[in-house]
C-alpha cells in the first residue's frame, strides 16, 4: 500500500486520495486486518474515475493480487468537516430526498492522543450495536494512522434507517457527547453520499449488489 502513494500523486485527474488499511470485527476495532484494505480517490467526473480505476497499472495491480475487489462510485449529498486541510468533496447539485435508497454515511475524525485510551473503551460497545443492526447493509472501519485517525464507512437502505440508530444507540450516542464534551478530536469530518455504480464483489455486503 505505502508504495502506491508514488503512482497516485502523479495523477492529474486526482485531486483527493488516502490509503486506508481496516480494523477486524464489526465496525472498527484497534485490531488490524490485514487482508482488508481500502483507496479512497476523488475524481472531477463518473468517466474520469470510470477510465482511470479500469486502465491504471496501480489499480489493476491492486485487482490482480487479491481474491476479491470492490469499487463503489459515490456523488456526494452532504459534507461537513475537513480532512486534512482540506474538505474534498464536492456536493452534487441535486440533493437527495429522505427516501433515496441506499444512502453511504462516512465519518473520519482525529483522535487527539491524551484521550485515546477513553476513545477505545467505548468503540466495543458501538462496534456491537452496529453489527446488530438489522438496517445496516455493509460496514467497515478504516484508518489511515493506526489508533490515531479513524473512519468509519456504512451503507444504509435510506436516511431514516441511519438517524434512527444514531438517535436510539445508547453507547453511540453516549460516545458522540463525551466527544463533544471532551473535545476529543482535533479534526473531523463527516460526509453523506448516494451510490452511483458498482464493479466487483464485496462478500461481507448485506445488499443487492446496484449495477
Not at 3 to 26: H, M, N, T, Y
Not at 183 to 193: C, I, K, P, Q, V
Request: hydrophobic residues 40%; charged residues 25%.
Amino acid at each position: 500500500m505505502g508504495f502506491a502513494r508514488f503512482s497516485l500523486s502523479r495523477i492529474p485527474d486526482l485531486s483527493f486520495w488516502k490509503l486506508l488499511g481496516s480494523g477486524v470485527g464489526e465496525g472498527f476495532t484497534p485490531l488490524p486486518n490485514f487482508g482488508v484494505y481500502g483507496v479512497l480517490t476523488v475524481w472531477p467526473s463518473l468517466d474520469a474515475a470510470k477510465k482511470n480505476i479500469a486502465k491504471l497499472k496501480v489499480f489493476e495491480l491492486y485487482r490482480r493480487k487479491s481474491s476479491e475487489d470492490w469499487t463503489v462510485f459515490l456523488n456526494t449529498v452532504s459534507a461537513r468537516g475537513e480532512w486534512s486541510g482540506t474538505a474534498p468533496f464536492t456536493l452534487e447539485e441535486t440533493p437527495v430526498s429522505a427516501k433515496q435508497s441506499s444512502i453511504v454515511a462516512l465519518t473520519r475524525a482525529t483522535i487527539r492522543p491524551k484521550v485515546l485510551l477513553q476513545f477505545w473503551r467505548r468503540v466495543p460497545d458501538i462496534s456491537s450495536m452496529i453489527g446488530q443492526d438489522k438496517n445496516v447493509q455493509m460496514k467497515i472501519g478504516l484508518g489511515e494512522v493506526p489508533w490515531l485517525h479513524q473512519i468509519t464507512f456504512s451503507i444504509w437502505p435510506d436516511t431514516e434507517a441511519m438517524a434512527e440508530f444514531a438517535r436510539n444507540n445508547g453507547p453511540h450516542s453516549a460516545a458522540i457527547k463525551a466527544v463533544r464534551d471532551g473535545n476529543w478530536f482535533s479534526e473531523e469530518l463527516y460526509a453523506r453520499f448516494k451510490i452511483v455504480e458498482e464493479i466487483g464483489d464485496w462478500s461481507d455486503s448485506k445488499r443487492e449488489r446496484m449495477t
